[in-house]
């Protein structure tokens, strides 16, 4: 029997990953979806609207309810397939304007001469996140009078994690989420100078909903993926899962490349431990993790075992684990003679911590991170 709200996001959680990451083997298949079938079943509907608020904070909305409509128009349920229908309509609509808008942008800076990346933002699709993340070095001011001239956009306050970062957040009437430009640096305090600076120069183009995007290369992709959630947030969205085993079971990662990238942005560490953690959350559920290469497994500083469910997120443990990541990059950092980088790296403790006060007083870490 479910007792509070976190034991059922748990539940839910789990639920969505299982629906997501099938087993491989036919027969598993075949048990496990006339399992997840009866529990479709068995929802009613406010716990489906718990189940989509978490399958929404995780950034699998489209894959997740594509499952259960398949599921539920196999049983027949006409209920839970209206359910799911109608959830599906509403976030494909809101994905059309915002991909419809990111497109706009993307034409207004090309207009420009301006380059830029869309990163992170695309990497979930046919789900998107709850922001449209880009990447340039033309300088904040050129960009500022463009949007604000050709979309009539208005600059949202800054943080001091913004300023830290090198990153501004428009607002643009119309469009509910905000675009968040990066300026010329990475990371949460700006110290990714090595990343950001070919990110441009290794740009790949993708085409969705006929739309032609320029994003980050696969390697550079999992490096930001891995600065977010082992130097940033500690924690993973179920997206980051799914969308990193994707890329490693197409065959899409050359973990060689890989590796050098991430060596010279002193993130190694991270970035093998991030593919770990996947590897192992994946082999939970279907049987078989990833086929990582020894080099990255021995690289990794712990594993899927050290992660947990809360607060709709599946957490990294910030002591040691993380602390230890983070002394690894600060030491690598200095080591390489990047002082100003060190220097913004070192301000991730104070940063954190003022945020973690204001978080406790006020109930908001608002205007720190």
């Known amino acids: 029997m479910i007792d509070t709200a976190e034991t059922f996001a748990s ?25 997840l079938t009866r529990e479709i079943q068995s929802l009613d509907r406010p716990q489906f609207e718990d189940l989509l608020a978490l399958a929404g904070s995780n950034h699998v909305l489209v894959r997740g309810m594509e499952a259960f409509l398949t599921l539920a128009r196999d049983a027949g349920d006409r209920a839970r397939i209206r359910w799911a229908e109608s959830a599906l309509a509403a976030e494909r609509a809101r994905i059309r304007t915002a991909v419809g808008f990111l497109h706009e942008i993307c034409n207004a800076f090309k207009e420009h001469s301006y380059e830029l990346v869309v990163i992170k933002s695309l990497d979930h699709w046919p789900d998107i996140g709850s922001d449209l993340d880009l990447f340039t070095q033309i300088p ?42 990066h300026f010329s640096r990475l990371g949460q305090t700006g110290e990714q100078e090595s990343v950001a600076s070919n990110l441009l120069r290794r740009a790949r183009t993708v ?21 977010q959630r082992m130097y940033r947030h500690f924690y993973f969205r179920l997206c980051d899962v799914i969308d990193s085993a994707a890329l490693a079971d197409a065959g899409a990662i050359d973990y060689e490349s890989l590796r050098a990238a991430a060596e010279s942005a002193c993130i190694w560490d991270g970035v093998a431990t991030y593919l770990v953690i996947v590897s192992d959350y994946v082999k939970r559920y279907r049987g078989t993790g990833l086929d990582l290469p020894t080099f990255v497994r021995s ?22 684990q993380s602390a230890r990541l983070y002394g690894r990059q ?20 104070w940063l954190a911590t003022a945020a973690a006060v204001r978080q406790k007083l006020t109930g908001s870490d608002k205007g720190i991170w």
């Open 140 to 181: 904040p001011e050129r960009i500022s009078n463009l949007m604000r001239r050709r979309f009539d956009a208005c600059i949202a306050e800054r943080s001091w994690g913004d300023r830290l970062a090198a990153k501004w957040n428009f607002m643009i009437p119309g469009l509910p989420e905000p675009i968040e430009v």
């Open 299 to 320: 690289s990794a500083r712990f594993g899927g075992d050290q992660i947990y469910f809360a607060r709709d997120f599946l957490r990294v443990p910030i002591m040691p």
């Open 11 to 35: 539940t839910s959680m789990t639920f969505l990953s299982r629906l997501l990451l099938a087993p491989r083997d036919l027969k598993a298949s075949a048990r496990e979806s006339a399992e």
């Open 330 to 349: 600060l030491a690598d950092v200095l080591g390489k003679g990047e002082l100003h980088n060190g220097a913004r790296l070192s301000l991730l403790p």
């Open 207 to 227: 085409f969705i909903a006929n739309h032609s995007f320029r994003v980050p290369s696969i390697s550079d992709r999992l490096m930001i993926s891995s600065l």
